[in-house]
């Protein structure tokens, strides 16, 4: 097909998009009953680039053919029934990308949070880390806008153990909002190696004497690092501690304890923000959404969460084909996320079928094998 060959002007674009809601449903073991509604939620919300429901109704393959105001309710169903559950969505995303069958996770967890009227939304988030941004594979709603608890954590990383097993696992990521001597038993327990920053006010039993990080770290500075092992809660853990460009101590521990990496590993945690960012702000503006309640904000997490995945993927593949610019700062002009997000908009605004057609190939498990190498092809075609 070629991408911008101008001869789909005419096809009808419902008829495209339930094609690809057929190949949707079908990977996913998903009830005909929400049709047309998911891929047509999600394309509408790559274009729209907001979860505002009512602005996506306008960019639906339906829209002119039915009233804006039904095409709303539709969403509004989707988002109320929508079936497909975690487990499914983490083994899409880990087939996605290949990350199944090839290699160890880099896993991150943190909170994002933000407040609609006077509800509160809070999700505690565990994502995989790619190319420097994560990739949520499970999240739970907190019944507060505070800290998660030990259990919350357990549940969570224990969704993603049951289904790829801790062995799958290569580290865990977290800031110093996820310590505690329970929750670190219980990592070590399944033999999960994480790396989590502490405050420098912990106290650490190193060589018979409790002394606070700080202390311990005194000798870190901007350009070096000091490594130590200590103790905290009868657990035997390993230090890095450097001082960051803001001046502050940055000091991370880790239950591996031959590792000379670890602020190295620490930083991946960034991914985490960078995809917080590209949720909201950034991207498709997560904080728009009027949706309260932990099953509706679940479910259109779900949905924001496939789009994303198509788009970051999408980015990757065409930056091996035309790399993203470095500016003089050396940093990436455009985010692997951005970067596919402009192109897939772009393609559905010039010839819906070709863009239908990208997104479908991330999707189709027909492909999971060589899906690389198809988009490969198929962006050949685009900058041919």
Known sequence: MDFFDESDSTLDKQALVEQLNDIITENFELHKNNQINIADLMVGLIIARTVNLNVIAAYSSRAGKMKQA????????????????????????????????????????DRTNWRYGKEDINLLVLSVI????GIPLYWLELDSRGNSDTEERKQVMKSLIDLVGANKIAYLLADREFIGEDWFASLCQQDVKFVIRIRGNMLI???????????LSAKASKISTISFDGI???????????????????????????????????????GIECLFGNLKTKGFNFEDTHVTGKLRVGNL??????????????????????????????????????????FITGILMQNFNAGLEVLAICFNKAHSENRREILSNRLETVYA
Request: net charge positive; aromatic share 12%; charged share 20%.
């Open 301 to 342: 997490t779900k949905i924001i969460v496939l789009a994303f995945a198509c788009t970051f993927l999408l980015g990757i593949m065409i930056a091996q084909k035309i790399p993203i610019m470095i500016k003089k700062h050396g940093y990436k002009q455009y985010s692997y996320f951005r970067y596919g997000l402009d």
């Open 130 to 133: 790619v190319k420097g941004c």
């Open 70 to 109: 039904n095409i709303y309710r539709g969403f509004q169903y989707v988002i109320h029934h929508f079936r497909m559950t975690q487990e499914q969505l983490a083994l899409a995303i880990l087939s996605m990308y290949g990350l199944n069958t090839e290699g160890k996770l880099i896993l991150a967890l």
């Open 205 to 215: 039993n190193s060589d018979g004497n409790s002394l606070s990080g700080k202390k």
């Open 232 to 270: 905290i809660d009868n657990k035997q853990l390993n230090f890095q501690a450097t001082i960051s460009s803001e001046n502050k101590l940055v000091l991370v521990a880790s239950n591996d304890l031959e590792s000379t990496q670890l602020l190295y590993l620490y930083g991946k945690r960034w």
